[in-house]
């Protein structure tokens, strides 16, 4: 390893097809997997996402790519690979294994430890700066004992955060979670040996700001993070949603929801090019991940991509549930870093 990394994503790739031709398998990452049924990959820190995909509408994959050979390693239950300036790791944590008490759920402890395994295996390998992370849990909206699964994950995920001296609010990484049909707690993360400089959207209550209507504990992410510690500048953007101050817009109109999600969006990208004056994110050259609650709002949806931002970005859709039970789609993306593959 030498140098300073330089990020690539292929994107959307066929989950069964080999690496395009002269791709070294040594510069991958990982990859994240989508598909009602997809299996772990066989070489590479593997993210699935176990739910039905929508456009491309067979099972596929986002490889992500360094432009130099890695290191790979396992520390705990997390499998990861890193050059000198990023790392990329996984973990699976299957919720049975734990039992639920009188004061904390199975979910809660799950989330806990696989939030503390992470933070573990970035302390083993250097890489403090967590910049990115995506959660994939099992019926999110599905209320157990009185609580959401969502905020008995949100509690679990701050507790690790508090119990490893990580910062609650200001500089956390961007983040999604979404609920999947069936599977293990999934988590794949981005991080970085320096600091990363979180975004924030003015148009919107920062998440670990929300009230204790949506829960005992905040949610623990920021809209965006931008990591200037490698060749160029990469942004994130976090699941983006119809929500402007802390409340959800446009109930049950979905064609509004994607409008409002796409101006949010506008609204961070100028943010994030204002924060880091190097960083100059143009819209056409993000990609895009959306997710679709319901499948018959798919078109509605895609129309409303399309005349907003037309046809240049990137966009692929799976099915899953957000959050919020009265948010219809969310939209996330990443940008400043190559994107190579069938445009959607």
């Known amino acids: 390893m030498s140098g300073g990394s330089k990020l690539q994503l292929l994107s959307p790739l066929d989950v069964d097809a080999p ?13 994240i997997r989508f598909g009602e049924d997809c299996a772990d990959g066989d070489a590479f820190p593997c993210l699935r996402v176990c739910s039905p995909t929508l456009v491309p509408a067979n099972p596929w994959r986002a490889v992500w790519l ?112 979404l609920g999947v049909r069936h599977g293990a707690l999934e988590i794949g993360f981005f991080a970085v040996r320096r600091a990363l400089l979180a975004v924030e959207n003015p148009r919107q209550v920062s998440a670990y700001h929300y009230p204790e209507t949506y829960g005992p504990r905040s949610p623990t992410f920021s809209r965006a993070a931008v990591s200037s510690s490698m060749v160029q500048d990469v942004l994130f953007i976090s699941g983006t949603a119809s929500i402007v101050g802390h409340q959800t817009l446009h109930h049950g109109d979905v064609a509004a929801q994607t409008r409002e999600t796409l101006v949010n969006i506008d609204t961070v990208l100028a943010e994030a090019a204002r924060v880091a004056p190097l960083l100059s994110p143009a819209r056409e050259d993000l990609a895009c991940l959306g997710y679709v609650r319901d499948p018959a709002d798919l078109e509605t949806i895609r129309a409303e991509v399309r005349r907003v931002i037309g046809d240049e970005t990137q966009v692929c859709y799976v099915q899953a549930d957000v959050c919020r039970t009265d948010l219809l789609v969310e939209i996330e993306a990443s940008g400043g870093h190559p994107t190579q593959g069938a445009r959607s």
């Open 66 to 177: 360094s432009d130099h050979a890695l290191a790979a390693g396992r520390h705990g239950q997390v499998a990861y690979r890193h050059d000198d300036e990023l790392m990329y790791g996984v973990i699976s944590v299957d919720e049975s294994t734990f039992v639920d008490t009188p004061s904390t759920s199975a979910l809660q402890q799950a989330a806990e430890f696989a939030y503390r395994e992470v933070f573990a295996a970035l302390a083993h390998a250097g890489f403090p700066g967590l910049l990115r992370v995506w959660n994939y849990l099992p019926r999110i909206n599905e209320i157990e004992n009185g609580v959401e699964r969502y905020r008995k994950f949100n509690i679990g995920r701050q507790d690790a955060f508090a119990a490893c001296g990580r910062a609650l609010t200001g500089r956390v990484p961007a983040a999604s979670a």
């Open 19 to 31: 690496l395009p031709p002269g791709i070294d398998p040594a510069r991958v990452f990982g990859e």
